[in-house]
Nanobody
Framework: QVQLVESGGGLVQPGGSLRLSCTAS????????LDWYRQAPGKQRELVAR???????NYADSVKGRFTISRDNAKKTVYLQMNSLKPEDTAVYYC??????WGQGTQVTVSS
């Protein structure tokens, strides 16, 4: 049984930083691509960042230069470092593994 558990969300002021973590259970983590998605109230869930099994990364245009996705296969964990946060980054952030398994989400609120 695969489970993904996110952590690291919270309330931060504009311009601040947060680091989200998503830890997986089960085997095969190092073979899978990993994604971070987000969903703001009243909006569709959107892909924020992706990291392949080999470490290649892709980002949504809205977060390029501000967010960094990384992974630690030994810890079965994927990270999302978020810098220069803006109010429009407010959303529930979800991790996804192998284009199939989802985490439960963690709330990020950017507000003064």
């Amino acid at each position: 049984q695969v489970q993904l558990v996110e952590s690291g969300g919270g309330l931060v002021q504009p311009g601040g930083s947060l680091r989200l973590s998503c830890t997986a259970s089960g085997s095969g983590f190092r073979f899978y691509a990993l994604d971070w998605y987000r969903q703001a109230p009243g909006k569709q869930r959107e892909l924020v960042a992706r990291i392949s099994s080999g470490g290649s990364t892709n980002y949504a245009d809205s977060v390029k230069g501000r967010f960094t996705i990384s992974r630690d296969n030994a810890k079965k964990t994927v990270y999302l470092q978020m810098n220069s946060l803006k109010p429009e980054d407010t959303a529930v952030y979800y991790c996804k593994m192998n284009n199939y398994w989802w985490g439960q989400g963690t709330q990020v609120t950017v507000s003064s």
